[in-house]
């Protein structure tokens, strides 16, 4: 299976909001909902920040939402903040060739 | 508190076998559900997720990468072993393992510090 599909970068201003896309076909993002995602800054491992499409890990800021339309997964953040300026990747379940796990190509957000 | 590290070689040649460790702490393989996961990425590239490890024993893998994989775990250690086949230049990457809370192959909510795999002659 190919690797979903996110915009390479969005940017905003400390305050607004942004959304970050990922787009994949029916046989993943889809089909269940099992849509991820992680936050990663330079150096450093991923954290995850959402899981099963829009549940929140305990301690993950309320600004970080999620949501899902058809094969296209979406991570809203809201109140951007410095600390925010990160890669982030969504990640989903699929089948085809067997259980297979996609990752994004990755979103780079800076803030502006 | 959850804690996971890698540990194995840094370098290694084309055509060798790699054999990554990951030994943890915080939580035990007794726990139904819970499973430990293998995710790499290339030097300024996306992440790639390679394997996953159940409890009981169930084992998932890349369907891209299958046969080159093995993942196993040993309780007694609380460590989980993956070994990679002919390796590659292009497999050069900080190889992560990564905790499983419950069921979930896309859901890795600690993660080691991780460990740069360089193949190389």
């Known amino acids: 299976q190919s690797a979903l599909t996110q915009p390479a970068s969005v940017s905003g201003s400390p305050g607004q909001s942004i959304t970050i896309s990922c787009t994949g076909t029916?046989?993943?993002?889809?089909?269940?909902?099992?849509v991820s995602w992680y936050q990663q800054h330079p150096g450093k491992a991923p954290k995850l920040m959402i899981y099963?499409?829009?549940k929140r890990p305990s301690g993950v800021s309320n600004r970080f939402s999620a949501s899902k339309s058809g094969n296209t997964a979406s991570l809203t953040i809201s109140g951007l903040q410095a600390e925010d300026e990160a890669d982030y990747y969504c990640c989903s379940y699929a089948t085809g060739s067997g259980v297979d796990v996609l990752f994004g190509g990755g979103t780079k957000v800076t803030v502006l | 508190q959850i804690t996971l590290k890698e540990s194995g070689p840094t370098l290694v040649k084309p055509t060798q076998t790699l054999t990554l460790t990951c030994t943890f702490s915080g939580f035990s393989f007794s726990s139904t559900g819970v499973g430990v996961g293998w995710i790499r990425q290339p030097p300024g590239k996306a992440l790639e997720w390679l394997a996953l490890?159940?409890?009981?024993?169930?084992?998932r893998y890349s369907p891209s990468l299958k046969s080159r994989l093995t993942i196993t775990k040993d309780t007694s250690k609380d460590q989980v072993v993956l070994t990679m086949t002919n390796m590659d230049p292009i497999d050069t990457a900080t190889y992560y393992c990564a905790h499983s809370p419950n069921f979930g192959e896309t859901e890795y909510d600690s993660w080691g510090q991780g460990i740069l795999v360089t193949v190389s002659s």
């Open positions: 099963e499409g829009t």
């Open positions: 029916s046989s993943d993002v889809g089909g269940y909902n099992l």
């Open positions: 490890i159940y409890w009981d024993d169930d084992k």
